[in-house]
């Protein structure tokens, strides 16, 4: 307590002394905190309306590996960053070399030499991914660790741990200062093949240091013995059998084993991982030179982590940042979420679970704030066939908002897809040298970013909307209030959201 005031006192007069002498703040302690908000957009999209100061994706990372002098720590799903048009397992494959030049194919050319040459400088290099994707996809960070002993390389395998689900969380740390934390896989097509989003963080020690816990996390997991450490329980919440790791507050606190990670906060008498009243946020003073360059205004900020086994201290759990980031709306105000998947339950796990978090939600601030939600939701290649019976069923919301005249309820929610175009033409060009007639590689013309934004608040992910996302997967979201970031994300929203490339959701009749 004493200590802490002390280092209050400290920091104001550190401050006092730099306003006096006309310096920024933050220049006593080092280069000022910055932000910029970060997206990738598809080729061919020229009636999209381009948001200014926002960063491109495969300049965000080429930088992070080009002004790496320590370190760079890098959590990946797979890597892709070079393209494969002649390996006939490749979704690029067939395509000629200037059909590859005008999809961008330069660009995961470009951020693949910047982390070559990190690796060169003798860069100490960390890489946790998952595995398993064809055609080959772990091969660039095993070359990139081939004869290197200051480049580690390691896998982890969510099933082990969790039954199903992946290391999903999209996360570069460099020199224990900069950080993107957003939706770009390490693939030449999330840079420009695929609408991402993203943040990125230059001179935050304060976000670095929490999300390298994270990453430490993960790195620890991939060094224990799985079966050693899991159990398989019925988890009472989500009314299901599941692996856990032993550790897992869903167990009986007497069952539970001693975890080998840091701790997060245990609630004697609850089983789960419910919403924290009040989870730990982040205090610190940053610019947005995209934006405006602010403010000496504290605005917090937070951190969230999935799946919950994985959270530590008092951060929140992932699922709580969405949830409330969309129940922070202001009363008759707009939550704005854009997302790749929209599922009201699991996909991938062994029993099919319903997950009503974020609907819920939804439909409480469109019931008693009078809020207006407005959703996009990708439509592509591969659709989950059954997302529009989940979005027709969130519709009916407004429904039943209207469904007697005692409702004070004037909320409502909207719903769009979001076609980029040429979705329905993806694929290789060829199949055993057969033209296929596709016009770009497979795996293309989605919008995969994922994030929420309120009036107040913002939520910036790196999870589709669907359970398995926030309990058996590995996810990150990085959130503020802070108003700049907040308005240039609704403006990024709004830009796709009146763009042509939009189609309602029909909604379900009321019955008679
Ligand atoms: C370092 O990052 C800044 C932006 O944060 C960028 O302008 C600069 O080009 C980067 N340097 C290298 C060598 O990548
Ligand atoms: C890591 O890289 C080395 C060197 O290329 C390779 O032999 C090994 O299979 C890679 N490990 C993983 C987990 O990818
Ligand atoms: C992992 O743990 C299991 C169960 O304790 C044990 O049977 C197995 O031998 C261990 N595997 C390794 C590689 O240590
Ligand atoms: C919502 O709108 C209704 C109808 O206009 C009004 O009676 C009610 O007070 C509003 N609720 C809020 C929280 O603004
Ligand atoms: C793809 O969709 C566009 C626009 O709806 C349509 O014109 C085109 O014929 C479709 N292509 C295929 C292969 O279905």
């Known amino acids: 307590m004493l200590s802490s005031a002390r280092g209050r006192l400290l920091l104001f007069l550190t401050a006092a002394v730099a306003a006096l002498c006309g310096a920024p703040a933050g220049a006593a302690a080092g280069a000022t905190c910055q932000a910029w908000l970060v997206q990738s957009i598809p080729t061919d999209m020229p009636h999209l309306r381009r948001v200014p100061g926002v960063l491109s994706t495969a300049d965000v990372l080429q930088w992070l590996s080009g002004n790496a002098t320590n370190n760079l720590d890098i959590l990946a799903q797979y890597w892709q960053f070079l393209a494969q048009p002649k390996n006939p397992k490749s979704g690029d494959y067939g395509y000629s070399e200037s059909d590859m030049v005008r999809f961008g194919v330069d ?65 570069w740390i460099s020199d224990k200062k900069d950080v993107y934390i957003g939706s770009a896989n390490n693939d030449w097509k999330s840079l420009s093949q695929v609408k991402e989003l993203g943040i990125y963080f230059t001179n935050c020690p304060q ?70 009243a009040n989870p730990e946020m982040l205090d610190f003073l940053f610019e947005t030179p995209g934006y405006k360059r602010s403010t000496r205004e504290h605005h917090l900020s937070y951190l969230s982590f999935a799946p919950p086994e994985l959270s530590f201290d008092k951060f929140q759990a992932d699922e709580q940042g969405w949830v409330d980031t969309i129940k922070s709306v202001k009363p008759g105000g707009v939550v704005r979420i854009s997302t790749m998947d929209w599922l009201g339950q699991s996909q991938y796990a062994t029993q099919t679970v ?20 407005r959703i996009l939701v990708a439509y592509w290649t591969h659709f989950i066939p059954n997302t529009e019976n989940y979005l027709k069923s969130l519709l009916y919301s407004n429904i039943l908002c209207t469904s007697s005249k005692y409702n004070h309820c004037i909320g409502k929610v909207e719903i769009n897809y979001y076609v980029v175009p040429g979705y329905n033409e993806t694929g290789p060009a060829l199949t055993q040298d057969t033209a296929t007639g596709n016009r770009y590689p497979d795996f293309t013309r989605v919008n995969h970013g994922k994030y929420a934004v309120s009036d107040v608040r913002a939520n910036i992910g790196t999870s589709n909307l669907i359970w398995d996302y926030f309990y058996t997967t590995a996810g990150v979201s990085f959130g503020t209030y802070k108003p700049a970031i907040v308005s240039q994300l609704q403006d990024i929203f709004d830009a796709d959201w009146y763009s042509p490339y939009t189609v309602p959701v029909k909604p379900l009749e009321a019955s008679a």
Request: aromatic share 12%; net charge positive; proline share 6%.
């Open 354 to 373: 319903f997950w009503p978090s974020l609907s819920s939600a939804i439909s409480e601030v469109i019931f008693s704030k009078n809020a207006t939600v």
């Open 107 to 171: 660009e995961g050319h470009r951020v693949y030499k910047a982390l070559e040459k990190a690796a060169d400088r003798k860069i100490e290099i960390r890489m946790v991914q998952h595995s398993g994707f064809a055609p080959d996809y772990d091969q660039e960070s095993a070359n990139l660790a081939a004869g290197r002993p200051n480049v580690q390389n390691v896998t982890l395998i969510f099933g082990d741990w969790w039954g199903s689900g992946v290391l999903h969380a999209k996360v």
């Open 207 to 276: 976000v670095a240091k929490t999300v390298e816990v994270y990453f430490q996390n993960l790195w620890t997991l991939s060094t224990l013995n799985a079966t050693a450490y899991t159990k398989v329980v019925w988890d009472k919440q989500w009314q299901a059998f599941r692996k856990v790791p032993c550790w897992s507050h869903f167990l009986q606190p007497e069952e539970r084993c001693r975890s080998p990670l840091p701790l997060s906060v245990d609630i004697p008498y609850v089983g789960g991982y419910p919403s924290l």
